[in-house]
């Protein structure tokens, strides 16, 4: 809820182009959720790399675009 609330903030404010913030919210989540599995099950994982390229990927697509 914090994250979907936080996207919808940021929409709000024109800082993130109008995307669904419930769909954003899971899709954020549920890869957040895999890095930590994959963490867990292979401890040589760079997740903080995964996080990051997640980051850049979220952000890009969340820019709001000139017009």
Request: aromatic fraction near 14%.
């Amino acid at each position: 809820m914090v994250l979907k609330n936080t996207l919808t903030d940021g929409i709000q404010a024109w800082v993130f182009r109008e995307v669904n913030p419930a769909d954003m919210a899971m899709f954020i989540s549920t890869y957040l959720d895999g890095v930590l599995f994959r963490t867990v099950m292979f401890p040589k994982f760079k997740y903080k790399h995964a996080i990051n390229c997640m980051r850049e990927f979220v952000f890009e697509h969340l820019a709001v675009k000139p017009a």
